[in-house]
């Protein structure tokens, strides 16, 4: 049986589409003993509750991944020896840190992709069945790039993975593609999907974009939640907002949020390692509730609530 996903009712006298868990953060930096940091991390229905890879930075700050376990998507066990990779399809590949993991089941197996280091920042993937062997496989792409968010199920045929290509630094820029593979390990036909916004129309967008969660099928569209930055004279600062892609060509964009979905306002998302930032990662939805695990400030995971077809609605009805 799958568990029911964690969720809270709207607070009384809110109006927001989407509202914080009452009882953020549900992981604190130092949630394991080597920890610095715990954020930008991905959790999916496993077994009877929930695993997730979680990106947990530790005191030398050394960029890592982790997998947990929870049974209620809140409570989280976090092993405290980082994720050991085997050999998947291809050799070991060299990987300098890992950090930012994203976590999709397709067909048998949950896939893992995360900002890999090779010569600077790419795409690393690895599968898994249990959560406890990992096979890592060939780097979706050349170095630079980030937020390699895979689709759930293959779309005409082929493996489908939204990403932001980038450069070796705090990147200054930064629209979504999608790109396509037969097999996992040779990725092509690279579409762009979305780009910034002109910050007259949309500031909170106007920087960089980069995708979230894994997509969600709805009868609509794919929903993604995806980040959205402005550089302010305090430096970047990092909100949440969802677009619905064409469910069967995603590289089309029907609709996105010209207003932002959440953005920092709470303590534990304005102070922190970075300040200023709410980075979705993962959303877990039952059909009619969704709940999205997102960084905070880069040290903390907080989690935010909210009707799937309320999300649609505002979507469609503050779309750019
Ligand atoms: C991005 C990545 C994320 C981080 C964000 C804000 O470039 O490094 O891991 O959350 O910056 O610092």
């Given at each position: 049986?799958?568990?029911?996903?964690?969720?809270?009712?709207?607070?009384?006298?809110?109006?927001?589409?989407?509202?914080?868990?009452?009882?953020?953060?549900?992981?604190?930096?130092?949630?394991?003993?080597?920890?610095?940091?715990?954020?930008?991390?991905?959790?999916?229905?496993?077994?009877?509750?929930?695993?997730?890879?979680?990106?947990?930075?530790?005191?030398?700050?050394?960029?890592?991944?982790?997998?947990?376990?929870?049974?209620?998507?809140?409570?989280?066990?976090?092993?405290?020896?980082?994720?050991?990779?085997?050999?998947?399809?291809?050799?070991?590949?060299?990987?300098?840190?890992?950090?930012?993991?994203?976590?999709?089941?397709?067909?048998?197996?949950?896939?893992?992709?995360?900002?890999?280091?090779?010569?600077?920042?790419?795409?690393?993937?690895?599968?898994?069945?249990?959560?406890?062997?990992?096979?890592?496989?060939?780097?979706?792409?050349?170095?630079?790039?980030?937020?390699?968010?895979?689709?759930?199920?293959?779309?005409?045929?082929?493996?489908?993975?939204?990403?932001?290509?980038?450069?070796?630094?705090?990147?200054?820029?930064?629209?979504?593609?999608?790109?396509?593979?037969?097999?996992?390990?040779?990725?092509?036909?690279?579409?762009?999907?979305?780009?910034?916004?002109?910050?007259?129309?949309?500031?909170?967008?106007?920087?960089?974009?980069?995708?979230?969660?894994?997509?969600?099928?709805?009868?609509?569209?794919?929903?993604?939640?995806y980040h959205g930055v402005i550089n302010t004279?305090?430096?970047?600062?990092?909100?949440?907002?969802?677009v619905l892609l064409d469910l069967e060509d995603?590289?089309?964009?029907?609709?996105?949020?010209?207003?932002?979905?959440?953005?920092?306002?709470?303590?534990?998302?304005?102070?922190?390692?970075?300040?200023?930032?709410?980075?979705?990662?993962?959303?877990?939805?039952?059909?009619?509730?969704?709940?999205?695990?997102?960084?905070?400030?880069?040290?903390?995971?907080?989690?935010?609530?909210?009707?799937?077809?309320?999300?649609?609605?505002?979507?469609?009805?503050?779309?750019?």
């Amino acid at each position: 049986m799958r568990a029911t996903i964690p969720f809270e009712d709207r607070p009384a006298g809110s109006g927001d589409v989407m509202w914080r868990y009452s009882e953020n953060p549900v992981i604190g930096r130092y949630h394991i003993p080597t920890s610095n940091s715990i954020f930008n991390s991905a959790v999916v229905p496993f077994e009877d509750g929930f695993a997730g890879v979680f990106r947990c930075d530790n005191k030398a700050v050394q960029m890592n991944i982790f997998a947990g376990f929870s049974k209620d998507g809140i409570s989280w066990e976090i092993n405290h020896d980082p994720i050991e990779m085997v050999a998947g399809n291809t050799g070991m590949i060299e990987s300098a840190y890992k950090y930012d993991p994203r976590v999709t089941f397709i067909e048998d197996r949950y896939w893992v992709t995360w900002c890999n280091g090779y010569h600077g920042p790419t795409i690393g993937i690895a599968y898994t069945f249990d959560f406890k062997t990992f096979y890592q496989c060939e780097n979706a792409f050349l170095p630079f790039n980030r937020n390699g968010v895979l689709f759930p199920e293959k779309i005409n045929g082929k493996y489908a993975m939204l990403s932001r290509p980038s450069d070796n630094g705090h990147t200054p820029f930064g629209d979504i593609w999608i790109s396509y593979s037969p097999d996992m390990k040779y990725w092509g036909e690279h579409r762009c999907v979305m780009k910034v916004t002109p910050f007259e129309q949309s500031a909170w967008q106007c920087t960089k974009i980069g995708a979230g969660s894994v997509p969600i099928r709805t009868e609509e569209g794919w929903l993604e939640f995806y980040h959205g930055v402005i550089n302010t004279c305090n430096g970047f600062r990092y909100s949440m907002g969802a677009v619905l892609l064409d469910l069967e060509d995603p590289s089309k964009v029907l609709y996105r949020t010209q207003p932002y979905l959440l953005a920092p306002a709470e303590i534990y998302e304005l102070a922190g390692d970075v300040p200023n930032v709410v980075f979705p990662c993962a959303a877990l939805s039952d059909g009619e509730r969704i709940a999205v695990y997102y960084g905070a400030a880069d040290t903390v995971v907080g989690m935010a609530f909210g009707y799937q077809q309320e999300i649609i609605d505002f979507i469609k009805a503050n779309s750019i």
